[in-house]
């Protein structure tokens, strides 16, 4: 094989290479954007960006425009091209998907990528543990996940829930939360949560309104909250987290 022939064949390799790792990051997420597929596949904005107009153009990518958002999925023919035989048909794209769902599915993408680059294994998605606990309840069992966090990862040996939160609830809920996680930890279904912030100011905030929080409810017994509940709730801004050594 000649240089030029061996040279686009390898061109050829890795150009399908990221067109699969794309597709496989896809059939996990359901639809992504260009900045996020950046991350995925190690390349600039722009690389990425082209990766996923030639995909589209190829009819193996659909292009949704959400508010000031452009995302992509897998078309139905990208499914036909790329799944297995033995896998299930992929989630469809919801075309009522609002721009803040979008933005927040976007972040919590990008916490796994962080998560994962850390050295965080098992990731399990929203919707992934929304499956689980609607099978459960289908067997006629309870469901571990009294709170479903954005997604739940493996750190440090430590099955830690993920919370990606770009806005603020009020206390109220707050508690509530406090209350089904603690329960959730109790139970070994988890063993901490990390709620990654949009910014250092938000982190610092809910910090604070969490450890104002006196006291929760449990199955109708008032419990006054102590430093070692508290310490099962940990705060970071986007770009901090997960620290090293996690």
């Not at 089904?180 to 910014?199: D, F, K, N, P, W």
């Not at 982190?203 to 969490?210: E, M, P, S, T, V």
Request: hydrophobic share 40%; glycine share 6%; with cysteine.
């Amino acid at each position: 094989m000649s240089n030029l022939l061996k040279s686009r064949t390898e061109i050829s390799a890795r150009v399908e290479a990221k067109r699969s790792r794309l597709v496989e990051w896809l059939k996990a997420e359901v639809y992504t954007d260009y900045q996020t597929a950046a991350l995925v596949l190690g390349v600039t904005p722009a690389t990425a960006y082209k990766a996923l107009i030639a995909m589209e153009k190829k009819g193996h990518l659909d292009r949704h425009a959400v508010g000031r958002a452009s995302v992509w999925s897998v078309s139905l023919m990208g499914q036909i091209e790329y799944l297995g035989d033995s896998e299930d048909p992929l989630s469809v794209f919801d075309a009522r998907v609002s721009e803040i769902t979008v933005q927040h599915t976007l972040a919590v993408q990008r916490a796994r990528i962080a998560a994962e680059k850390a050295g965080g294994t098992d990731w399990q998605a929203e919707r992934h543990i929304r499956r689980e606990a609607a099978k459960a309840k289908e067997a006629g069992a309870a469901s571990p996940w009294l709170k479903v966090p954005d997604g739940v990862i493996t750190l440090g040996g430590q099955r830690v829930a993920v919370e990606v939160e770009r806005s603020v609830k009020t206390p109220k809920r707050y508690q509530a939360i406090i209350a089904e996680y603690l329960q959730m930890r109790r139970a070994g279904t988890i063993g901490a949560v990390h709620y990654v912030c949009s910014s250092g100011k938000l982190a610092k905030g809910l910090r604070r309104i969490f450890n104002a929080i006196p006291s929760v409810n449990i199955r109708g017994t008032e419990i006054a909250l102590k430093a070692e509940h508290y310490a099962c709730f940990e705060f970071y801004e986007a770009s901090a987290w997960p620290q090293r050594g996690e």
